[in-house]
């Protein structure tokens, strides 16, 4: 699993409030993704980082921020939660020069 | 049109049968993966393949490059087998995303 996990792991929260999920990682990895799923869209990509500091956005990135002050740490931040993030999200890691990712367990937000 | 396509969208099979499950994929990839995800689970990766085929027990993929188009087989499938299968690929640049299709529900009753 490479060492990936993600807090919280459930989280109920109400329009309009900020949300930060975490993702931590023991291995040192390079790059770093967020990932919602969806029932009918599957996994899109929310935003991804490719080390300390930088970042970029995928295809479903409006709505959230994320930042990455550590190589082990990435965050993603709703900074006012609509009932369409309700989702569960998946954080990832590759493994450079292999192609391989691996996932962390999800979070499953719901606003309400 | 999504730049991953599988077939067929919900699969519902009996015990020991045979299973095949198809991606088709319309960019350039550097790489392909199929992932596995069972019900309120997490996402685990089953192949990574960019040419041929590769087996681990009963599972077999294969990738026609030419054709844009890989498959993946379940030999003699059994009800755990029962999960989302997801097909994903690289399409190549330095940032190593995934580009997803959204998934093959399979259902195998004993």
């Known amino acids: 699993d490479a060492g990936i996990t993600q807090s919280p792991r459930h989280k109920v929260t109400e329009t309009g409030t900020p949300v930060t999920l975490r993702c931590h990682q023991t291995?040192?990895?390079?790059?770093m993704y967020w990932y919602r799923q969806d029932p009918g869209h599957g996994l899109r990509l929310i935003h991804y980082?490719?080390?300390?500091?930088?970042?970029d956005k995928g295809e479903v990135s409006d709505g959230y921020s994320v930042s990455r002050s550590k190589t082990e740490d990435f965050l993603l931040t709703l900074e006012s939660a609509t009932s369409s993030q309700t989702s569960v999200y998946f954080c990832?890691?590759?493994?450079?020069?292999?192609?391989?990712?691996?996932f962390g367990p999800g979070t499953r937000l719901t606003v309400t | 049109k999504n730049e991953v396509e599988q077939s067929p969208q919900n699969l519902t099979a009996q015990e020991g049968e045979f299973i095949t499950i198809n991606c088709s994929y319309s960019v350039g990839i550097s790489a392909l993966h199929w992932l596995q995800q069972h019900p309120g689970g997490g996402i685990v990766s089953l192949f990574m393949l960019s040419s041929g085929k590769k087996k681990h027990g009963r599972l077999i993929a294969t990738i026609n490059i030419q054709e844009k188009h890989s498959s993946l087989h379940i030999t003699a499938s059994h009800p755990r087998d029962s999960a989302v299968y997801i097909c994903a690929v690289n399409s190549g640049g330095s940032n190593y995303k995934l580009t997803f299709g959204k998934g093959t529900l399979l259902t195998v009753n004993p």
């Open positions: 990832a890691i590759s493994v450079v020069g292999t192609y391989e990712q691996y």
């Open positions: 980082s490719y080390g300390v500091k930088d970042t």
């Open positions: 291995e040192n990895h390079r790059y």
